[in-house]
T-cell receptor, first 113, second 110 residues
Framework: ELKVEQNPLFLSMQEGKNYTIYCNYSTTSDRLYWYRQDPGKSLESLFVLLSNGAVKQEGRLMASLDTKARLSTLHITAAVHDLSATYFCAVNPLNSGNTPLVFGKGTRLSVIA | NAGVTQTPKFRVLKTGQSMTLLCAQDMNHEYMYWYRQDPGMGLRLIHYSVGEGTTAKGEVPDGYNVSRLKKQNFLLGLESAAPSQTSVYFC?????????FGPGTRLTVT
């Protein structure tokens, strides 16, 4: 059974600081997703990481994937208040694009002045 | 192009009542999914469908039934609602690598 663990689950950080959210998963997969959820809203796709060593960046967020370590990171650079949200990583349990995703519990990020 | 839509957005049920949640997508996606989201639990898969006329159980299927009579619609039914089914329900659909989520249905069972 595939397990996906995120840490930390709660993160309060000051504006301008850097931080990393970690996502570990328990079985082989070469496909990992990061989603963002604002309070009371749906999930918005941020990144799809498809291969070992994949790195993607969008604004102040950068995601990477190490399939050998079964680890993905979401790095936040110079945080701003608008990044406050809950971030989920999700993994396909099999190497199939349409297999249902298994989600981590989410990291609730709060960026404070 | 509306994407993934869900009906209703909010609902309050009494224990034992039944209801159906409707998910519709206009992207011609083969795959559709129902998840529930509870505080501190992330999203958990209830049922999913790999095409019209097919359904399969996910991680937490008990107490729910689903049907996919048309490709664009995926229905989630609660035959006898229980307080443990109070949650936010998300529908999603996919064709390629990314799942697209609906806006959610907030259900309260009293």
């Amino acid at each position: 059974e595939l397990k996906v663990e995120q840490n930390p689950l709660f993160l309060s950080m000051q504006e301008g600081k850097n931080y990393t959210i970690y996502c570990n998963y328990s079985t082989t997969s070469d496909r990992l997703y990061w989603y963002r959820q604002d309070p009371g809203k749906s999930l918005e796709s941020l990144f799809v990481l498809l291969s070992n060593g994949a790195v993607k960046q969008e604004g102040r967020l950068m995601a990477s994937l190490d399939t050998k370590a079964r680890l993905s990171t979401l790095h936040i650079t110079a945080a701003v208040h608008d990044l406050s949200a809950t971030y989920f990583c999700a993994v396909n349990p099999l190497n199939s694009g349409n297999t249902p995703l298994v989600f981590g519990k989410g990291t609730r990020l709060s960026v404070i002045a | 192009n509306a994407g993934v839509t869900q009906t209703p957005k909010f609902r309050v049920l009494k224990t034992g009542q039944s209801m159906t949640l409707l998910c519709a997508q206009d992207m011609n996606h083969e795959y559709m999914y129902w998840y529930r989201q509870d505080p501190g639990m992330g999203l958990r898969l209830i049922h999913y469908s790999v095409g019209e006329g097919t359904t399969a159980k996910g991680e937490v299927p008990d107490g729910y039934n689903v049907s996919r009579l048309k490709k664009q619609n995926f229905l989630l039914g609660l035959e006898s609602a229980a307080p443990s089914q109070t949650s936010v329900y998300f529908c999603a659909s996919s064709y390629g690598r990314t799942q697209y989520f609906g806006p959610g249905t907030r259900l309260t069972v009293t």
